[in-house]
Each structure stands twice: as C-alpha cells, then as structure tokens.
C-alpha cells in the first residue's frame, strides 16, 4: 500500500474506532448523568444488592433513597461510584430540630457506619414538608447536620426537598410564587443554603398538572415532543411543561432576593398505568426519555440556559404498597422480574 494511502486508511481505521467507542459507551454515558429513585414502598422488592447490580449495568452513579435504610446502605458498600442521596424520616425531624446532641445521635447510627465504603453525596432533611406543620423544623435540622458534616470536614451536602405545591401561582413562569407560608418556611432555608451554594431539591411532576387539566395543557407540551413555543413568557419561550414549571421555581425564589441558587429535579416521572389513556408505557417512556435527553445535552431552561439539568427520575420500581392507582405505577422495572416496564436505557 502506498505510504500516503497507509496513512489515509489508518486514519479512516482510528475514525471507524472512535465512532464504535462512543455508540458502544453511550448509554453508560448518558446514565451516568442520570440519577434514580429507589423508594421501598413494596412486599415483593428484588434483595438491594440485586438492584446495586442492576443500577451498575445500567451505569446509573446517582441514586437517591428516603431513609438511611440499614440493608440498602450495606448493599452499597464498597460501590464508591454510585453517588448516594439519603433522606431523614420526617417522624424524626422533630428531634433533629431540638438539639445537637439528637443530630449527633442520629448521625453517629445512620450515616457514621458507612462513610468508609459508601459515596453518601447529600442529606435530606424532610420530604415535601414545606409548606405544612413540620416546615418550621427543617431549617435547625439542616442547619445543625451542616455544621456537624463541617466539623468532621465531610463532602456531604445538606439539603431539603420540596414540591411544587410550594408556589402559589406559577403560570406564566415568571409570575412564579411561593404561598404566604411556603414564603415564611422556605425562605430562610434557601437563604442557607446560599451561604454555601447548596441546590435546594425539587420535585417537578408535568405528569400531575397534565392530569388535573388535560383540555387545556396538550400532550405533546406535557412530555416534551412539541418543537413550537406553546407559552410566550415576555423574551422566554417554552416548548415543554417541565421547563416552565421548573422556571416558576426559580422566580419564586428570586422574588424572595434568592438568586442563581442551583436546584436540583430530586424527583421527575410519569406513571405507565392508573389513569387509563394518560398514563401508558409509551407516554412514560416518551416523558423520562425526553427528561433524560434533556440532562445529557446540558442545555438549561429558558431562565437558565446555562445550567444543565441535575435529577432523579421516580422510581425504580413499581411498588405496590403505596396508594393504588398511579403512585403505585411510576417504577421503570417490574420488581418481580426485574425487566423494565418499557425501554429507557
């Protein structure tokens, strides 16, 4: 072969591997920017280290569970790749609130144990309890976790969760607002966490404002396929629902002088049974596919274009001990099998 001709084909050779390499790590690539909810609301759940095993086929790092639940953390021993979320038991918050000495408690039997072999990247602390009786409770906890977490100079991050039920008004986007006690609750939380740019975690459910009013929302808006502007928002338009509810968020916190405070989607998803047309394997794929798409491409909202998205998809599995209908609907595997419920990944 002629030198030159060599050098072509060679050339041509590295391009053809390049290309495999990244088809055949694709996948792995894009799940690992992905996170997954493992909820335990089920009598018929697969053993935890069945499920670790799942997660790393499927190359997920990122999951997060609501309580430090004792087998689940065992299973994750020595698994320093996957990125673990733990949440507090809401009965506990109260306890956490009223003093260090609990806070020490609690962590010395929850978190302690596992540092070693465990990759736990955030807690928790309450879940959707702003706004509501428990809300006046989470800022001492985060604020008493924080400062331990600091003193042991930890890389773990202390945070709460919330719902969109916080906002009093969120449409268009940038009339996002917090209700009168979301506002009183929340505000002083977010302005901790600002002190050390900590995300505050959101749960953001298209699935539910598509549900309550499916004449007036489409589809196509609801799960991200519509490619024209379906809502107008002054120099801002939105294609998908997801985008505008995440936006509203993002006002409302600014509108309480909280600026540029990453967030984080902790828990995002549609149900593929329970509400007959509106909720079918197709359209959940469709809706956590295009969610996933939009993670991997590091293209932000409106608002904030230059922020990927960072999230967890809800759930692994359909679990049947939650309340029938939907809730018990939104896993992407069948815990009995374990095979999915409709192609993702």
């Known amino acids: 072969m002629h030198y030159s001709h060599k050098k072509l084909f060679l050339f041509f050779l590295s391009c053809i591997v390049l290309i495999f390499n990244y088809n055949s790590s694709g996948f792995v690539t894009a799940t690992s920017q992905l996170g997954l909810n493992y909820g335990l609301l089920g009598d018929n759940l697969p053993p935890p280290s069945d499920v670790i095993n799942l997660f790393k086929s499927i190359g997920i790092t990122k999951i997060r569970i609501f309580d430090p639940n004792t087998e689940v953390l065992d299973a994750l021993r020595g698994n320093k790749d996957i990125g673990v979320t733990v949440g507090v038991k809401d009965q506990d918050l109260a306890a956490l609130a009223a003093g260090e000495e609990a806070v020490n408690s609690w962590f010395a039997t929850n978190i302690e144990p596992y540092l070693a072999d465990v990759n736990i990247t955030f807690i928790t602390v309450g879940n959707e309890v702003i706004p509501g009786p428990m809300g006046p409770q989470v800022l001492p906890a985060v604020q008493s976790l924080t400062n331990l977490v600091k003193s042991k100079s930890l890389p773990i991050s202390v945070t709460t969760v919330v719902a969109m039920s916080s906002l009093g008004q969120s449409y268009p986007p940038s009339a996002g607002m917090f209700t009168a006690q979301a506002r009183e609750q929340l505000t002083p939380v977010l302005n901790f966490l600002s002190q050390t740019s900590t995300p505050i975690f959101v749960n953001i459910y298209p699935y539910f404002a598509y549900a309550s009013d499916p004449v007036n929302i489409h589809?196509?808006?609801?799960?991200?396929?519509?490619?024209?502007?379906?809502?107008?928002?002054?120099?801002?338009?939105?294609?998908?629902?997801?985008?505008?509810?995440?936006?509203?968020?993002?006002?409302?916190?600014?509108?309480?002088?909280?600026?540029?405070?990453?967030?984080?989607?902790?828990?995002?998803?549609?149900?593929?049974?329970?509400?007959g047309d509106l909720t079918t394997p197709d359209i959940a794929a469709t809706y956590n596919g295009n969610f996933l798409q939009h993670v991997v491409s590091g293209k932000g909202t409106p608002k904030r274009p230059n922020s990927a998205i960072q999230g967890f998809i809800f759930a692994t599995f359909n679990e049947n001990?939650?309340?029938?209908?939907?809730?018990?609907?939104?896993?992407?595997?069948?815990?009995?099998?374990m095979k999915p419920i409709y192609k993702l990944f």
């Open 219 to 275: 589809l196509d808006y609801a799960i991200s396929t519509s490619e024209a502007v379906v809502v107008q928002d002054g120099p801002l338009g939105y294609s998908n629902l997801f985008d505008a509810m995440f936006d509203a968020f993002a006002w409302a916190m600014e509108k309480e002088g909280v600026k540029d405070l990453p967030m984080v989607v902790s828990e995002t998803g549609w149900p593929s049974a329970g509400n």
């Open 321 to 337: 001990q939650k309340p029938a209908g939907t809730e018990q609907n939104f896993g992407l595997y069948n815990p009995v099998d």
